[in-house]
């Protein structure tokens, strides 16, 4: 099995790709999506309380409503996020090891455990800061070239060019602070994603 993971500039790619998927009978079971929490993914608390159950499509719209696990966390560096699928335990084990004071890399750690080098790690994370939307699917060996199609459908962020760009903006690689206000809580202060 494994993991391929792509980054959009857009929920709605996001989700663009998310319905390709599941069209495909890629199991629910084997997306994740991660995205800051936005007006175009709103979880309200109905949503939260649905989670478990059906009907969730309603609120979140696009393919991750139909997800297993859709859930809002408070990542350390990150701010809320919206996280749906397989890395939503990850992600949660992440929050309450924050909340007991035991992270050390958070969120990069967590996109390492999941097959990224730390280095695409901070990459992603960073572009998940500053509002990119990250799809994650496991796929076993007979769906691999079908999934990496898929994804590829829309056209993904140039992870390697995406990196070189924040570089050249000054950034040194990712920090997470707990003393840091997320991008993603005052919007007025959100960096680009280029």
Excluded: C, K
């Excluded at 792509?6 to 663009?16: G, T």
């Excluded at 919206?82 to 992270?103: M, P, Q």
Aim: charged share 20%.
């Amino acid at each position: 099995m494994s993991t391929h993971t792509r980054l959009y500039d857009s929920w709605s790619d996001a989700m663009a790709v998310v319905d390709r998927l599941r069209a495909a009978r890629i199991s629910n079971d084997d997306i994740s999506v991660i995205s800051p929490e936005s007006e175009d993914n709103d979880i309200s608390d109905g949503a939260e309380a649905t989670a478990a159950g059906s009907g969730i499509g309603a609120v979140l719209g696009g393919g991750a409503g139909a997800l297993a696990g859709v859930g809002l966390l408070a990542i350390p560096g990150l701010g809320p996020i919206v996280a749906t699928g397989w890395f939503v335990s990850t992600l949660a084990g992440l929050a309450a090891g924050a909340v007991a004071g035991g992270v050390a890399g958070g969120i990069v750690d967590a996109l390492t455990s999941s097959g990224l080098s730390s280095e695409e790690a901070e990459v992603y994370a960073e572009a998940i800061r500053r509002g990119g939307t990250m799809v994650t699917v496991r796929a076993e060996d007979s769906q691999d070239a079908l999934v990496a199609r898929l994804l590829d459908e829309t056209p993904p962020v140039n992870i390697a060019e995406r990196e070189r760009v924040y570089r050249e903006s000054g950034w040194t690689g990712y920090e997470p602070s707990p003393n840091m206000t997320s991008p993603v809580d005052d919007p007025t202060r959100r960096p680009p994603l280029i």
